[in-house]
């Protein structure tokens, strides 16, 4: 009998987890937004409806790919630090975004940019590590 493989990730676990959390605050977000609204489908031409809407999806269309690379690394051995660092950034940049889409500013929204930045960031040099991981 084969006895099966099991590959463990538990820094990565911790942001995903800590991100799922985030994700479930944003939904959440959302739905007293439309609840206050009447809205029951899209933001009904509310503003501030479609700036809960947008912080949401934004932060879901960035963890996933991060959170994939992170576990790519983790799996071929990258160090705890540099994980844990590719883990606060991305956490502490979502949460930047989120806070700069439904607390407004000036047009120049500085929390939002670091926010985006931060997520590229990640999924570039993590992307990077394991490009030069596997040469």
């Known amino acids: 009998m084969e006895t099966m493989n099991l590959v ?16 479930i605050a944003l939904a ?3 739905v007293r937004y439309r ?13 501030d409806v479609n700036r809960a809407i947008r912080a949401h999806g934004n932060t879901i269309e960035y963890i996933p790919l991060a959170l994939i690379l992170m576990a790519l690394l983790e799996i071929n051995g990258a160090g705890n630090t540099s994980l844990h660092l590719y883990g606060i950034v991305l956490l502490a940049g979502r949460i930047s975004y989120a806070y700069g889409m439904l607390v ?20 570039v040099a993590t992307s990077i590590q394991l490009l ?4």
Do not use: M
Not at 9 to 20: E, Q
Not at 107 to 120: E, F, K, Y
Not at 132 to 135: K, R
């Open 8 to 23: 463990s990730v538990p820094v990565t676990a911790l942001y995903a987890a800590l991100c799922g959390f985030l994700i």
């Open 28 to 30: 959440a977000n959302v």
């Open 35 to 47: 609840l206050g609204k009447k809205v029951s489908l899209g933001d009904g031409g509310h503003e």
């Open 104 to 123: 407004p500013h000036s047009s120049i929204n500085q929390a939002r940019q670091i926010g985006v930045l931060s997520s590229w960031i990640v999924i």
């Open 132 to 135: 030069v991981s596997s040469l």
